[in-house]
T-cell receptor
Framework: AQSVTQPDIHITVSEGASLELRCNYS??????LFWYVQSPGQGLQLLLK??????LVQGIKGFEAEFKRSQSSFNLRKPSVHWSDAAEYFC???????????FGTGTRLKVLA | KAGVTQTPRYLIKTRGQQVTLSCSPI?????VSWYQQTPGQGLQFLFE???????NKGNFPGRFSGRQFSNSRSEMNVSTLELGDSALYLC????????????FGQGTRLTVV
């Protein structure tokens, strides 16, 4: 069955520290991969996406993610976290050609000043 | 360019009632998908519409239904509301071009009492 696992429910980092959020997926073929961010009471904003090609993708707000087929992973990274990055982050997969997303359970990021 | 608009933003209904939620996609987008977000189950896919046709459906009971109009606007309906239907309902729209992502609205917060 297709699934997405985000092993970390909560992560706390200090402002200025680096960040890595983990995402592992189970899917029969190479899926489309996404990272979205959600602030409290808000919708989802796309940070970055991977469809094909270069396995290191750059997104908005200084985020990047690396697709590793051998590890079925698509981890999100940021070299220096800002207080405004505090939010919940969701990894998602989708079959190509559809928008039937399968989301992970999310990782809530707290940033210490 | 206006984003995805969901109305109403907040709704309180009584058990047993029915409710209709509305979603206006980004201009030019013809695909609309719906998701339910709850603390217990996370983000779950409800259905996806393209050009007034339901293209995919999630694993929800028949009380949940949707439709899409010729102008791509979409509605979802939940009949015989249960307490467990309390959730944030998110709508997303997408263009028909290949390799594109879904853009999410801010959601409708439904509370069933």
């Amino acid at each position: 069955a297709q699934s997405v696992t985000q092993p970390d429910i909560h992560i706390t980092v200090s402002e200025g520290a680096s960040l890595e959020l983990r995402c592992n997926y189970s899917y029969g073929a190479t899926p489309y991969l996404f990272w979205y961010v959600q602030s409290p009471g808000q919708g989802l904003q796309l940070l970055l996406k991977y469809f094909s090609g270069d396995t290191l993708v750059q997104g908005i707000k200084g985020f990047e993610a690396e697709f590793k087929r051998s590890q079925s992973s698509f981890n999100l990274r940021k070299p220096s976290v800002h207080w405004s990055d505090a939010a919940e982050y969701f990894c998602a997969v989708a079959p190509s050609g559809t928008y039937k997303y399968i989301f992970g359970t999310g990782t809530r990021l707290k940033v210490l000043a | 360019k206006a984003g995805v608009t969901q109305t109403p933003r907040y709704l309180i209904k009584t058990r047993g009632q029915q409710v209709t939620l509305s979603c206006s996609p980004i201009s030019g987008h013809r695909s609309v998908s719906w998701y339910q977000q709850t603390p217990g189950q996370g983000l779950q896919f409800l259905f996806e519409y393209f050009s007034e046709t339901q293209r995919n459906k999630g694993n929800f009971p028949g009380r949940f239904s949707g439709r899409q109009f010729s102008n791509s606007r979409s509605e979802m309906n939940v009949s015989t509301l249960e307490l467990g239907d309390s959730a944030l309902y998110l709508c997303a729209s997408s263009s028909t071009l290949a390799d594109t992502e879904a853009f999410f609205g801010q959601g409708t917060r439904l509370t069933v009492v």
